[in-house]
């Protein structure tokens, strides 16, 4: 890696240290029981909207009813975007003549664009109508990363909490962070986008002559604001194909940098909040610490692989730093506008978070790069995660950590003072085996069937990566493509988006599980035999249980895809 590599890794980390523990307490802020907020500007537009739509903000939910508004308000969200995609080619506002979206794709996108998954099987600018990009698309963009808040709050009472049977209003939960978090920072960043070349405007396809008078088309639309709440709540889903690999979304090196900081920043900052709520900022910094240990090493891991390239290349000529320099590292499917390293950098990321952006193609990375970058979707998305659910999820290796613990030591394991007990671990052995089984199963059918097979572009190991990367793209709900696979089947859209449901819902409604049965203990006082979790002794168990779990569940299928093809390079 050359100077600027590192000057923009080291920038990266420096702004988001400074930048998460502040937003983090605002975060505690927004969602913080004893704070009267009817009575600012915001509190009355909340107010106003909480009467129309006839919802009692005084009136808490138990873990039940809670689920159930999540799952109402998800499903009519899939039946919402789903019949937009039908009808489009009705409905105005849809300057490039776009066609009704056939049915399969239209089943996988509306439950992709719902579970905050943001895979995309068809090209952007030309399938979808600006209508719905605005009315359907976009507007998932936020309220999907609003549900995953809202459910990582209602974990965080369910810790916190003593004796109570109630975990927040969902109804509630879902506009405050929507209102007052992802809309104003989308709003702020959108108008950073525009200044630094991201397209926003109203037009359709424009045809340009240039002066060699050659004619080229040219796609408008609404960009820069999608483009900002794609990252911030970690979706993932391009106005077009190419994704943030187009210059029309991502200009130049400050947008890309921009990017890549957004799609970080509130799952990041999640960890602050959560210290703040639990009234203790250290055990939030533990969460945060074993967070950042995660991304950094596939982050720097990710970079140091692409930047070197090909060994088999690298090493043509005398001198092998004079053949690396010249050779740039791995540039296939890569943008000479962002280089290698910066291109590993934004993989690391997007696939360390549930984003699914991308500004190269992960299908063309090295055989230990694209490997790190799939490792990365298995970890279950907690290094840091999506908006919410990278918390929750994290949060649920750690009550995992302390029980591991209390087996060590010989007591009943604790955490922020609540008995993990029998019912508590029966539900965390659901959420960590359900999507690693959907990820194995469906993979492992679409390897015996020939249609499913052909779909990939290469045979071997990398072929078999292509195929298990998709589902576990789907499953944990990332949404990014290694890009060999041809998707866009009746198989894979139907198989993809049964995966992206489970993925999601199954889980929200364990957390809940969790945290209902959590939320209704009484909290245990701290003596000698109570394992410290504000500590650095815990977050390095914290990480190492990660690595250990995820590591028996996947390593089979891992050391049949990139790590044979690396070694055999």
């Known amino acids: 890696?050359?100077?600027?590599?590192?000057?923009t890794f080291i920038t990266l980390i420096s702004l988001l240290v400074i930048t998460a523990p502040l937003l983090g307490k605002y975060i505690a802020h927004i969602f913080d029981d004893s704070d009267k907020k009817s009575k600012s500007y915001i509190g009355r537009c909340e107010n106003r909207i909480f009467r129309l739509c006839g919802i009692d903000a005084g009136k808490e939910q138990t873990w039940q009813i809670y689920a159930r508004a999540v799952l109402a308000f998800s499903a009519l969200s899939i039946v919402f975007v789903y019949i937009i995609q039908r009808v489009q080619n009705h409905l105005p506002f849809n300057p490039t003549n776009a066609k009704a979206v056939d049915p399969f794709t239209a089943f996988n996108t509306s439950v992709s664009f719902v579970t905050n998954t943001n895979w995309q099987n068809y090209s952007g600018e030309s399938t979808m109508s600006h209508f719905t990009q605005m009315i359907a698309l976009a507007?998932?963009?936020?309220?999907?990363?609003?549900?995953?808040?809202?459910?990582?709050?209602?974990?965080?009472?369910?810790?916190?909490?003593?004796?109570?049977?109630?975990?927040?209003?969902?109804?509630?939960?879902?506009?405050r962070g929507t209102l007052r978090l992802l809309i104003p920072l989308a709003f702020v960043f959108a108008i950073a986008l525009v200044g630094l070349g991201v397209v926003?405007?109203?037009?359709?396809?424009?045809?340009?002559?240039?002066?060699?008078?050659?004619?080229?088309?040219?796609?408008?639309?609404?960009v820069a604001s999608q483009e900002a709440i794609k990252e911030l709540g970690t979706n993932g889903g391009g106005f077009y194909n190419a994704n943030?690999?187009?210059?029309?979304?991502?200009?130049?090196?400050?947008?890309?940098?921009?990017?890549?900081?957004?799609?970080?920043?509130?799952?990041?900052?999640?960890?602050?909040?959560?210290?703040?709520?639990?009234?203790?900022?250290?055990?939030?910094?533990v969460v945060f610490v074993a967070m950042f240990l995660l991304w950094f090493v596939s982050a720097f891991a990710v970079m140091h692989f692409e930047a070197g390239g090909n060994p088999k290349l690298t090493t043509v000529g005398a001198n092998q730093k004079q053949s690396e320099q010249i050779i740039g590292g791995n540039m296939e499917g890569k943008e000479a506008r962002f280089g290698s390293a910066a291109s590993g950098l934004f993989g690391a990321s997007t696939t360390a978070t549930s984003t699914g952006s991308v500004n190269s193609t992960h299908d063309s990375y090295t055989a230990a790069g694209g490997g790190i970058v799939l490792a990365n979707i298995m970890l279950g998305e907690v290094s840091?995660?999506?908006?919410?659910?990278?918390?929750?999820?994290?949060?649920?290796?750690?009550?995992?950590?302390?029980?591991?613990?209390?087996?060590?030591?010989?007591?009943?394991?604790?955490?922020?003072?609540k008995k993990i007990q029998a019912a508590e671990m029966k539900l965390v052995t659901i959420y960590l085996l359900i999507v690693p089984f959907v990820v194995l199963l469906f993979s492992s059918i679409s390897v015996l069937m020939g249609s499913a097979l052909s779909s990939r572009t290469n045979p071997g190991s990398h072929g078999l990566s292509e195929i298990v990367y998709a589902f576990a793209s789907a499953s944990n709900n990332n949404g990014s493509a290694f890009g060999g696979l041809n998707g866009a089947t009746d198989w894979y859209n139907i198989t993809l988006g049964i995966c992206m449901l489970i993925g999601r819902f199954w889980l929200i409604v364990v957390v809940l599980a969790i945290a209902g049965s959590l939320g209704v203990k009484t909290r245990v006082p701290k003596n000698a035999g109570t394992f410290p979790t504000a500590s650095s002794i815990f977050a390095f168990l914290l990480v190492a249980v990660v690595i250990i779990v995820v590591g028996l569940t996947y390593f089979p299928v891992l050391a049949l895809g990139p790590i044979v093809e690396h070694l055999g390079l």
Not at 1 to 7: A, F, G, H, P
Not at 209 to 217: C, E, Y
Request: no cysteine; charged share 10%.
């Open 384 to 417: 840091p995660g999506g908006v919410g659910s990278g918390l929750y999820g994290m949060l649920i290796f750690a009550i995992l950590s302390v029980f591991i613990a209390g087996l060590m030591v010989g007591r009943t394991p604790e955490y922020l003072g």
């Open 139 to 175: 507007v998932q963009n936020f309220v999907s990363a609003g549900v995953g808040l809202a459910v990582a709050i209602a974990l965080i009472r369910g810790l916190v909490r003593v004796r109570s049977g109630t975990l927040g209003n969902f109804w509630v939960d879902l506009i």
């Open 244 to 285: 943030s690999a187009h210059p029309f979304e991502n200009p130049n090196a400050v947008s890309n940098f921009l990017e890549i900081y957004l799609l970080l920043l509130i799952p990041f900052s999640l960890p602050f909040a959560f210290g703040r709520m639990a009234g203790n900022i250290k055990e939030g910094v």
């Open 1 to 7: 890696m050359v100077i600027n590599d590192w000057l």
């Open 200 to 222: 926003q405007n109203t037009h359709g396809n424009r045809t340009y002559t240039s002066s060699a008078n050659t004619s080229f088309v040219v796609p408008g639309g609404m």
